[in-house]
């Protein structure tokens, strides 16, 4: 069975300061992991995805497969960035899947002025 | 830009009542699916649902729950029986695709609460 585990439930950086929020995942098989955001009184929404290798806000993440990670990061924290962060795997089993996620517990990204 | 809604935002039912969920995808959308977050824990897999008929459903998905699709545009949970555990939000969620990195646009989530 797939699992996603984000080891702080609470992040705080200040303003200015590289921030790495840790994602880790269990999976037999190639997974597709994404990074969710949910800002403040607002839906849960994409930030990125490791297929794509893009950086979205200034943050990035790399799927490393050899120690099972999908760690977001962003160089200079900024304000706006205080946010729930969830990582989550979906996975295409020969063309079986139908998009399932599977949701880590969430880290609170709290970024001080 | 098309969203996902969702109605009621908030739902309040005595125990052992029936609820449904309402949820209108977005339109062009193929791939639909529930998850719920009970209070302090993660947002969990319920079901997803493809060409008319459920494709996929966790273990939390039993004989109490079950999805419809019934004018082409609503998408709908239903709990026949609600349990105190229920209590919990409620995301609805479609995609277009499901290959490749496909993006789930979720909506703004209702809150149930079984008293």
């Known amino acids: 069975a797939q699992r996603v585990t984000q080891p702080e439930k609470l992040l705080s950086v200040f303003k200015g300061a590289p921030v790495e929020l840790k994602c880790n995942y269990s999976?037999?098989?190639?997974?597709?992991l994404f990074w969710y955001v949910q800002y403040s009184r607002q839906r849960l929404q994409l930030l990125l995805r490791?297929?794509s290798r893009e950086s979205i806000k200034g943050f990035t993440a790399d799927l490393n497969k050899g120690e099972t990670s999908f760690h977001l990061k962003k160089p200079f924290a900024q304000e706006e960035d205080s946010a729930m962060y969830y990582c989550?795997?979906?996975?295409?089993?020969?063309?079986?899947?139908?998009?399932?996620?599977?949701f880590g517990q969430g880290t609170i990204l709290t970024v001080h002025p | 830009e098309p969203e996902v809604t969702q109605t009621p935002s908030h739902q309040v039912t005595q125990m052992g009542q029936e609820v449904i969920l309402r949820c209108v995808p977005i339109?062009?959308?193929?791939?639909f699916y529930w998850y719920r977050q009970i209070l302090g824990q993660k947002v969990e897999f319920l079901v997803s649902?493809?060409?008319?008929?459920?494709?996929?459903k966790s273990e939390i998905f039993d004989d109490q729950f079950s999805v419809e699709r019934p004018d082409g545009s609503n998408f709908t949970l239903k709990i026949r029986s609600t349990k105190l555990e229920d209590s919990a939000m409620y995301f609805c969620?479609?995609?277009?695709?499901?290959?490749?990195?496909?993006?789930?646009?979720f909506g703004p989530g209702t809150r149930l609460t079984v008293l």
């Open positions: 649902f493809y060409n008319n008929e459920i494709s996929e």
């Open positions: 999976y037999s098989g190639s997974p597709e």
């Open positions: 989550a795997l979906s996975f295409n089993a020969g063309g079986t899947s139908y998009g399932k996620l599977t």
């Open positions: 969620a479609s995609s277009r695709f499901v290959a490749g990195g496909r993006e789930q646009f």
């Open positions: 339109s062009n959308h193929l791939y």
């Open positions: 490791h297929i």
